[in-house]
């Protein structure tokens, strides 16, 4: 942790088992932490089981979590998530308005996407795309995101920015707009394809496929398609499907 040894305590249910590490000015926090990823638990759940207990490391300030992930200059960035492990800025370091369930159900789900994806004894291959695995933390924690009007703006008065496969520099500078519009991809993901076509898209990463190919054959879309449509249609299901073909008709 830096300073020192850090104090430990486990903890978990059946379906999560986590350990939570921190420095004894946050022994005041752990109890609410504590409490707040039990709650959270069964909304990540929905995705699936995680197969590894996962280690929350309370950090003291913004500038050590920073230092610990190695991104400089995000004053917004609260936490940062691996498939076993969660780097947290203490929760009394931060605005109490921001909703700490919210927060950590997003991370909960990044580490159980990572722990869905990877095989059995191997080493961590591809990422998703940046627009999949936040927007699937996002949509499962329920955050309020931009609206499809503002990203619709955004992307008008844009043209030239990625916000699906966002450069470094455009997720640090637009958080709101890259976030918006990876929520709202995701959601209509679901929308079009189900649940259960992300949970086939994670087993098939996990079976050794490309993501690109587990995702053409989850959803039937290829993924560039997707990703495509999903911002020309400003992410409505409805422009995304377009007009409903004619089937024919007779008539005098």
Do not use: N
């Amino acid at each position: 942790m830096g300073r020192e040894p850090p104090l430990a305590e486990d903890g978990g249910s059946r379906a999560l088992r986590f350990s939570l590490g921190y420095l004894p000015e946050d022994r005041s926090e752990v109890a609410g932490i504590r409490a707040t990823i039990l709650e959270a638990e069964p909304r990540v759940s929905r995705w699936g089981a995680f197969r590894r207990a996962v280690t929350i490391r309370i950090l003291p300030d913004h500038e050590a979590l920073e230092a610990a992930v190695g991104r400089h200059g995000y004053p917004w960035l609260r936490a940062w998530a691996f498939g076993d492990q969660i780097l947290l800025q203490s929760p009394r370091t931060w605005d109490r308005g921001r909703p700490l369930q919210e927060l950590l159900v997003h991370e909960l789900t990044h580490a159980l996407m990572y722990q869905l994806l990877q095989p059995d004894d191997v080493p961590f291959g591809e990422e998703p795309p940046p627009w999949f695995r936040e927007g699937m933390a996002s949509v499962t924690a329920g955050q309020e995101q931009l609206g499809l009007t503002e990203l619709r703006q955004f992307r008008d008065q844009h043209p030239g920015a990625d916000l699906l496969r966002p450069s470094g520099e455009l997720y640090r500078t637009e958080k709101e707009a890259v976030y918006g519009a990876a929520h709202r991809a995701f959601e209509l993901l679901v929308e079009l394809c189900g649940e259960r076509a992300v949970r086939d898209v994670l087993r098939g990463v996990r079976s050794g496929a490309r993501f690109a190919d587990a995702f053409a054959m989850a959803t039937g879309y290829a993924l560039e398609t997707f990703e495509a449509k999903a911002v020309s249609s400003g992410f409505s299901a409805t422009a995304f499907q377009g007009p409903v073909p004619a089937t024919g008709a007779g008539g005098p």
